[in-house]
């Protein structure tokens, strides 16, 4: 599964800019603190993430017990829309897993059971707190198979539901607009299987250690299309105008991977090219407005498909892959067996593609193919199994496909990402026995974490070993569940090591290495001594061993020095020849550490032409240009040629340290990155330092280029430069832009309206909500925008807007329900501000009146919070 609550913090940190702006331009002292990170950790805590506990918890989160093996599982549903229901028969194939049994108990949760049978008999049963214990015809021994075929209803409305904040609810089956009375939004039904939920759909063992195989035949209106796991067998119209479609997976996956998605859904077809020559089904589901652009989103995917296959030399195992976008999604994404659900984030046009794509989160549920689907972690407690490669999936796509750049960049904001949760919810095992709930293993250890562990692993076994061992567990655990020793032993057959000690640091303990790096120069005996000191918390995390790979470059060139760290302090010192020119502590940039460093400002400069990673050319910059030396100063303007976006975007950012000669150098180069630039996101920061370092006369002639740019983000930073200038101008081009069908666009032109003291945009910020361009996080964003720009308008505005926020305190869902209480609190203040403003003009006669009709106003908003 993609995290929502990743995705959230991602777009958050991409729309950094934006709500940057939406806080400074403001004249209000108490800003909405809808936009800021923390205030949504916060939010997030009070559901259920993860507090850490200060003694060992006496629970222990084993694996489910294994009874009875599940076989096959045949399901005919149909649905009641009106009732949000779904009628379903459930045949169940079983048998007891060792000891014999005559009975099988199943999770059934909030079910009408109307009756089970086996062949003609019918078979008594007890359903209590969503178990159904069904009592066999006899006693059935593990060589004896049974098929029970249970007669039920799911209710999915009817249930008390609790969910995370990676997992925004639990019903299982959700029905959207099933009445159709949203016109913005197409009537849909798709289901939500992790973490045991799938159980509220049909009767199953719904525990991750489960494996069956599956086919469903689903009843709809023929306008209908339907997607499910598997192949489409045949697909049937009746007479009265409804369809019988037959999926069929004769591959054996968990329960909470079975999948369904009905709706009136384009198909947009495209195939992967298996080894053998064959063609296999790539299809993605759209709502017809998107059909044009569902290969610009999607098409990567056949690709993906190929490169994972032989990266890990076991080839995709599943029948099909096909995508699907829901709307009203409660995750990002996720990996149900060949029919993945994505959120309607990941609607995006061409030119919104250009900024952002969504291939990160593509490759992640595309990997999980293997790590998860093929093989399942057997607990949520090893949910690290399934998560961290399906998040190291990105690395080695962006890796592939951009350049080890890219995926150095991208590493390094998922190790944020893990720092940052460590920070807000606490730290605990990799391997976490004793959560409170299943729902806090979603968080930034079992992914962001994980996926740093994963590549200290390869850097340190190497390419070959590390592959290699992957393919070894994927290969002896194909179709089983698995536990993090499982992987461990495949790692130590292919490498003959015992990496007890790698394990026993990263998976079974909690915390990573704070460490100190100083050196100390011997330039008679030209010996570099190299002093680390690990200086966490040792009563809380490990002494770690850490293998590095030191790299000395001296007159001769780069030498790798290979040394262990495994002590609290401890000094390595290395020779070298010549001249001492530069020292790379960790060489191949892999460790996930806390790391302090000791270096002179020419070493940092003289990192960035050593062909370092990125992350070394990028502390080459912040470091070495912290004086304005010469060589600091030519290094900012050698940057701006880089070839990775990234390194360019921090040297455009360090135009202020440039001086004389350097600084119109400089300012030229940037001039035409602005225009010329390949990256999207380098044009942007370009437009941000010529608009603050150009003079208006020539920016205004360059201003039209710029609003040409084929990019959205390039066009709202220059429209948001603009409008601090000129704000007539700026606000003209961006009445001539609202109609941009870019989610993107209409959530910049929204900010800067909120921004800037304009009226009459009331208009625009209620076609936007209720109309269907906006996606994902940017409706919330566009909502956060108009009450900023309501809290600057007069009575008539609020009046007016109080029909959409009434109506949205009955429809809002996820995020947008969670931050609306602030924004109406903000609305309220607003009032309270013009209410003062009547009691400070003594021209008004009927100033109680007046008030009356604002405190009535008031009242009303209030209610909405209160109700
Ligand atoms: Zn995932």
Same mark, same amino acid.
């Given at each position: 599964?993609?995290?929502?609550?990743?995705?959230?913090?991602?777009?958050?940190?991409?729309?950094?800019?934006?709500?940057?702006?939406?806080?400074?331009?403001?004249?209000?002292?108490?800003?909405?603190?809808?936009?800021? @990170?923390?205030?949504?950790?916060?939010?997030?805590?009070?559901?259920?993430?993860?507090?850490?506990?200060?003694?060992?918890?006496?629970?222990?989160?084993?694996?489910?017990?294994?009874?009875?093996?599940?076989?096959?599982?045949?399901?005919?549903?149909?649905?009641?829309?009106?009732? @949000?229901?779904?009628?379903?028969?459930?045949?169940?194939?079983?048998?007891?897993?060792?000891?014999?049994?005559?009975?099988?108990?199943?999770?059934?949760?909030?079910?009408?059971?109307?009756?089970?049978?086996?062949?003609?008999?019918?078979?008594?049963?007890?359903?209590?707190?969503?178990?159904?214990?069904?009592?066999?015809?006899?006693?059935?021994?593990?060589?004896?198979?049974?098929?029970?075929?249970?007669?039920?209803?799911?209710?999915?409305?009817?249930?008390?539901?609790?969910?995370?904040?990676?997992?925004?609810?639990?019903?299982?089956?959700?029905?959207?607009?099933?009445?159709?009375?949203?016109?913005?939004?197409?009537?849909?039904?798709?289901?939500?299987?992790?973490?045991?939920?799938?159980?509220?759909?049909?009767?199953?063992?719904?525990?991750?250690?489960?494996?069956?195989?599956?086919?469903?035949?689903?009843?709809?209106?023929?306008?209908?299309?339907?997607?499910?796991?598997?192949?489409?067998?045949?697909?049937?119209?009746?007479?009265?105008?409804?369809?019988?479609?037959?999926?069929?997976?004769?591959?054996?996956?968990?329960?909470?991977?079975?999948?369904?998605?009905? +709706?009136?859904?384009?198909?947009?077809?495209?195939?992967?090219?298996?080894?053998?020559?064959?063609?296999?089904?790539?299809?993605?589901?759209?709502?017809?407005?998107?059909?044009?652009?569902?290969?610009?989103?999607?098409?990567?995917?056949?690709?993906?498909?190929?490169?994972?296959?032989?990266?890990?030399?076991?080839?995709?195992?599943?029948?099909?892959?096909?995508?699907?976008?829901?709307?009203?999604?409660?995750?990002?994404?996720?990996?149900?067996?060949?029919?993945?659900?994505?959120?309607?984030?990941?609607?995006?046009?061409?030119?919104?593609?250009?900024?952002?794509?969504?291939?990160?989160?593509?490759?992640?549920?595309?990997?999980?193919?293997?790590?998860?689907?093929?093989?399942?972690?057997?607990?949520?407690?090893?949910?690290?199994?399934?998560?961290?490669?399906?998040?190291?999936?990105?690395?080695?796509?962006?890796?592939?496909?951009?350049?080890?750049?890219?995926?150095?960049?991208?590493?390094?904001?998922?190790?944020?990402?893990?720092?940052?949760?460590?920070?807000?919810?606490?730290?605990?095992?990799?391997?976490?026995?004793?959560?409170?709930?299943?729902?806090?293993?979603?968080?930034?250890?079992?992914?962001?974490?994980?996926?740093?562990?994963?590549?200290?692993?390869?850097?340190?076994?190497?390419?070959?070993?590390?592959?290699?061992?992957?393919?070894?567990?994927?290969?002896?655990?194909?179709?089983?569940?698995?536990?993090?020793?499982?992987?461990?032993?495949?790692?130590?057959?292919?490498?003959?090591? =015992?990496?007890?000690?790698?394990?026993?640091?990263?998976?079974?303990? @909690?915390?990573?290495?704070?460490?100190?790096?100083?050196?100390?120069?011997?330039?008679?005996?030209?010996?570099?001594?190299?002093?680390?000191?690990?200086?966490?918390?040792?009563?809380?995390?490990?002494?770690?061993?850490?293998?590095?790979?030191?790299?000395?470059?001296?007159?001769?060139?780069?030498?790798?020095?290979?040394?262990?760290?495994?002590?609290?302090?401890?000094?390595?010192?290395?020779?070298?020849? +010549?001249?001492?020119?530069?020292?790379?502590?960790?060489?191949?940039?892999?460790?996930?550490?806390?790391?302090?460093?000791?270096?002179?400002?020419?070493?940092?400069?003289?990192?960035?032409?050593?062909?370092?990673?990125?992350?070394?050319?990028?502390?080459?910059?912040?470091?070495?240009?912290?004086?304005?030396?010469?060589?600091?100063?030519?290094?900012?303007?050698?940057?701006?040629?880089?070839?990775?976006?990234?390194?360019?975007?921090?040297?455009?950012?360090?135009?202020?340290?440039?001086?004389?000669?350097?600084?119109?150098?400089?300012?030229?180069?940037?001039?035409?990155?602005?225009?010329?630039?390949?990256?999207?996101?380098?044009?942007?920061?370009?437009?941000?330092?010529?608009?603050?370092?150009?003079?208006?006369?020539?920016?205004?002639?360059?201003?039209?280029?710029?609003?040409?740019?084929?990019?959205?983000?390039?066009?709202?930073?220059?429209?948001?430069?603009?409008?601090?200038?000129?704000?007539?101008?700026?606000?003209?081009?961006?009445?001539?832009?609202?109609?941009?069908?870019?989610?993107?666009?209409?959530?910049?032109?929204?900010?800067?309206?909120?921004?800037?003291?304009?009226?009459?945009?009331?208009?625009?910020?209620?076609?936007?909500?209720?109309?269907?361009?906006?996606?994902?996080?940017?409706?919330?964003?566009?909502?956060?925008?108009?009450?900023?720009?309501?809290?600057?308008? =007069?009575?008539?505005?609020?009046?007016?807007?109080?029909?959409?926020?009434?109506?949205?305190?009955?429809?809002?869902?996820?995020?947008?329900?969670?931050?609306?209480?602030?924004?109406?609190?903000?609305?309220?203040?607003?009032?309270?501000?013009?209410?003062?403003?009547?009691?400070?003009?003594?021209?008004?006669?009927?100033?109680?009146?007046?008030?009356?009709?604002?405190?009535?106003?008031?009242?009303?908003?209030?209610?909405?919070?209160?109700?």
């Amino acid at each position: 599964m993609f995290n929502k609550f990743n995705l959230l913090m991602k777009n958050i940190f991409l729309g950094a800019f934006i709500l940057f702006l939406v806080s400074c331009a403001t004249t209000k002292e108490d800003i909405i603190t809808i936009d800021s @990170s923390p205030s949504i950790v916060e939010e997030a805590n009070t559901d259920s993430l993860l507090s850490v506990p200060q003694k060992k918890r006496d629970v222990y989160r084993e694996a489910e017990t294994i009874l009875t093996d599940l076989i096959h599982t045949k399901l005919e549903v149909n649905f009641d829309w009106s009732k @949000s229901r779904m009628n379903g028969v459930a045949f169940i194939t079983a048998k007891p897993h060792f000891y014999s049994s005559n009975e099988i108990v199943l999770d059934a949760k909030g079910m009408i059971i109307n009756h089970v049978k086996l062949g003609k008999k019918t078979l008594q049963f007890l359903y209590k707190n969503d178990i159904l214990k069904v009592f066999l015809d006899r006693e059935y021994s593990r060589e004896e198979k049974f098929t029970i075929k249970i007669d039920y209803i799911s209710c999915p409305e009817e249930r008390e539901t609790s969910g995370s904040a990676a997992i925004t609810s639990d019903k299982g089956l959700y029905f959207i607009n099933p009445k159709g009375e949203d016109e913005n939004k197409m009537p849909q039904i798709w289901t939500q299987g992790e973490t045991e939920s799938s159980s509220v759909w049909f009767p199953t063992i719904d525990s991750p250690n489960a494996k069956t195989s599956q086919e469903i035949f689903i009843t709809v209106k023929d306008k209908y299309k339907t997607l499910s796991n598997g192949r489409l067998v045949s697909s049937v119209t009746l007479e009265d105008g409804y369809r019988v479609d037959h999926w069929k997976q004769d591959l054996p996956h968990a329960p909470y991977l079975f999948m369904m998605g009905i +709706g009136e859904f384009k198909v947009v077809n495209d195939f992967y090219v298996r080894p053998d020559g064959s063609k296999m089904e790539v299809n993605y589901y759209v709502e017809p407005e998107w059909e044009p652009y569902a290969k610009d989103i999607f098409g990567e995917t056949p690709n993906m498909i190929k490169f994972f296959s032989e990266k890990l030399g076991v080839e995709y195992p599943w029948d099909k892959y096909n995508q699907i976008v829901v709307r009203d999604y409660v995750s990002g994404a996720m990996e149900n067996t060949g029919a993945v659900v994505f959120g309607d984030f990941a609607y995006k046009n061409k030119r919104e593609l250009l900024d952002e794509n969504s291939q990160s989160i593509i490759a992640h549920e595309l990997f999980h193919h293997w790590f998860g689907d093929l093989v399942t972690a057997e607990s949520w407690s090893n949910l690290t199994l399934n998560e961290s490669f399906a998040n190291y999936s990105q690395y080695l796509w962006d890796e592939y496909r951009y350049g080890i750049d890219e995926a150095d960049y991208n590493a390094e904001i998922e190790a944020d990402g893990y720092y940052q949760s460590a920070e807000a919810q606490g730290h605990h095992d990799l391997v976490w026995f004793d959560y409170d709930d299943k729902d806090q293993m979603f968080d930034g250890h079992s992914y962001n974490k994980g996926g740093r562990i994963l590549h200290m692993l390869r850097s340190y076994l190497g390419d070959e070993a590390f592959f290699l061992a992957i393919q070894k567990y994927l290969k002896q655990n194909s179709f089983k569940a698995a536990e993090f020793h499982q992987l461990r032993l495949a790692f130590e057959e292919v490498s003959g090591e =015992d990496l007890n000690w790698f394990f026993n640091q990263w998976y079974l303990a @909690s915390g990573h290495p704070s460490l100190n790096f100083s050196q100390y120069n011997d330039t008679i005996s030209k010996v570099l001594s190299i002093s680390v000191e690990q200086n966490h918390d040792i009563t809380k995390y490990p002494i770690f061993k850490l293998p590095i790979q030191i790299a000395i470059f001296d007159s001769e060139g780069k030498h790798i020095n290979k040394v262990v760290i495994d002590e609290l302090t401890e000094t390595f010192d290395l020779k070298y020849n +010549g001249e001492l020119k530069g020292v790379l502590y960790d060489d191949q940039n892999m460790l996930l550490a806390d790391i302090k460093k000791e270096k002179s400002v020419n070493q940092y400069i003289y990192q960035y032409y050593q062909g370092s990673h990125y992350n070394a050319r990028k502390e080459s910059i912040l470091k070495g240009t912290r004086k304005k030396t010469p060589q600091g100063q030519q290094l900012i303007i050698d940057a701006l040629e880089d070839s990775f976006w990234k390194i360019r975007v921090l040297a455009i950012e360090k135009f202020s340290k440039l001086e004389g000669e350097k600084r119109v150098e400089g300012l030229q180069k940037i001039k035409d990155m602005a225009l010329k630039d390949v990256n999207s996101s380098v044009r942007a920061a370009a437009v941000g330092v010529i608009f603050k370092s150009l003079e208006d006369s020539e920016i205004t002639i360059i201003y039209n280029n710029i609003l040409n740019d084929s990019s959205y983000l390039v066009v709202s930073t220059a429209l948001r430069n603009m409008a601090k200038i000129d704000p007539l101008l700026a606000m003209e081009s961006a009445k001539f832009l609202e109609k941009e069908k870019s989610s993107k666009m209409i959530l910049g032109i929204a900010q800067i309206y909120s921004a800037n003291a304009v009226s009459d945009k009331l208009e625009f910020f209620l076609d936007a909500l209720n109309g269907s361009t906006l996606q994902g996080f940017d409706k919330l964003g566009v909502l956060n925008s108009m009450t900023m720009y309501l809290s600057r308008q =007069d009575f008539e505005s609020l009046d007016k807007a109080y029909s959409f926020y009434s109506n949205l305190s009955t429809n809002a869902k996820g995020y947008t329900k969670i931050f609306l209480p602030q924004n109406i609190k903000f609305l309220v203040r607003s009032i309270d501000d013009l209410i003062d403003d009547i009691f400070g003009n003594t021209d008004l006669e009927n100033t109680n009146e007046e008030v009356n009709k604002y405190n009535d106003l008031k009242k009303r908003y209030l209610d909405l919070i209160s109700s």
